[in-house]
């Protein structure tokens, strides 16, 4: 038994066909017993197509999820507004970007540095501000404790004097 392969010029499929010779003095007689289809390059192919139709339909479906995310918190609504804005203005900004920063109510990269800076300036006098509190009420409880001895320590002074007076 003798297995030939050959390919389908329009499809490009490949095919093999399983032939038994049988001779006849010189003569050989092949005759097609069965004809049998490799779908390996068409299988390949299939295949191909439809891993790259799952990775379509999954990043089809990845960006669905997003828009629908964007619509639901609003920042399709609020991007559209800001666009709309530039596109009414009549005098263009220089930038397009402050612009669209400004209408967002985002600070540009200067504002923002100045605010850091404002920021940590606040948290020093804070931390400072605390510690200078802590001391005062450090301070405070002393003489609480002072002026509490000293009242306990009159007290007894006047008790001890007391009862020599009503005598």
Do not use: W
Not at 7 to 20: I, P
Not at 53 to 71: C, Q, S
């Amino acid at each position: 038994m003798e297995v030939c392969f050959f390919r389908d010029t329009q499809t490009g499929a490949l095919f093999g066909a399983t032939y038994l010779g049988i001779t006849k003095g010189e003569e050989a007689l092949s005759t097609p017993l069965l004809m049998i289809c490799f779908l390996t390059e068409i299988e390949e192919r299939c295949e191909e197509k439809q891993t790259m139709m799952r990775y379509k339909e999954e990043k089809e479906a990845k960006k669905e999820a997003f828009r629908k995310y964007l619509e639901s918190s609003g920042a399709v609504d609020a991007l559209t507004k800001v666009l709309v804005a530039l596109y009414e203005q009549n005098d263009k900004p220089s930038s397009a970007v402050e612009f669209i920063q400004q209408k967002l109510s985002c600070p540009s990269i200067s504002e923002y540095e100045k605010l850091q800076a404002e920021l940590s300036d606040l948290q020093i006098k804070y931390h400072e501000l605390l510690a200078a509190h802590q001391k005062t009420c450090k301070e405070l409880e002393e003489m609480k404790n002072s002026h509490a001895l000293a009242v306990a320590s009159t007290k007894e002074t006047t008790e001890r004097e007391s009862p020599k007076d009503g005598l």
